[in-house]
């Protein structure tokens, strides 16, 4: 939503943000669904810790469709930082700051750091 506000709250910019969270959700819980079905086989209970184990081994794509919205969100950030007005003594980096750039890139190299 922030990031709709910032675009003066237009309604392409909130259908394109909608869709694209949307497709994001879709499509990691199909991800999430498939893998769980391809490794079912491979889960078993441990009564000793009273847990399940099993293999992980395609969980990684899990990560990729929020890693792609994130950036989708910071590409509109940057756009919309770049295309304001602003006086000379306001820098680049209080603008993206204020615009909350900086938080969704620290989600997405958290992200990126699970995926390593």
Same mark, same amino acid.
């Given at each position: 939503? +922030?990031?709709?506000?910032?675009?003066?709250? @237009? +309604?392409?910019?909130?259908?394109? =943000?909608?869709?694209?969270?949307?497709?994001?959700?879709?499509?990691?819980?199909?991800?999430?669904?498939?893998?769980?079905v391809?490794?079912?086989? &491979?889960? &078993?209970?441990q009564?000793?810790?009273?847990?399940?184990?099993? +293999? =992980?081994?395609?969980?990684?794509?899990?990560?990729?469709?929020?890693?792609?919205?994130?950036?989708?969100?910071?590409i %509109?950030?940057?756009?919309? &930082? %770049?295309?304001?007005?602003?006086?000379?003594?306001? @820098?680049?980096?209080?603008?993206?700051? @204020?615009?909350?750039?900086?938080?969704?890139?620290? =989600?997405?190299?958290?992200? %990126?750091?699970?995926?390593?």
């Amino acid at each position: 939503m +922030r990031v709709h506000i910032l675009w003066d709250n @237009r +309604r392409d910019i909130f259908l394109w =943000v909608f869709t694209a969270w949307a497709l994001h959700v879709l499509v990691n819980i199909a991800l999430v669904i498939m893998s769980s079905v391809k490794n079912a086989p &491979s889960y &078993s209970m441990q009564p000793i810790f009273n847990i399940c184990f099993g +293999r =992980v081994e395609d969980t990684w794509t899990v990560w990729i469709p929020p890693m792609i919205y994130h950036c989708f969100i910071m590409i %509109l950030l940057v756009i919309k &930082s %770049l295309s304001t007005p602003r006086i000379v003594s306001t @820098r680049l980096h209080d603008v993206m700051i @204020r615009d909350g750039f900086i938080y969704f890139f620290v =989600v997405f190299l958290a992200m %990126l750091f699970n995926l390593l």
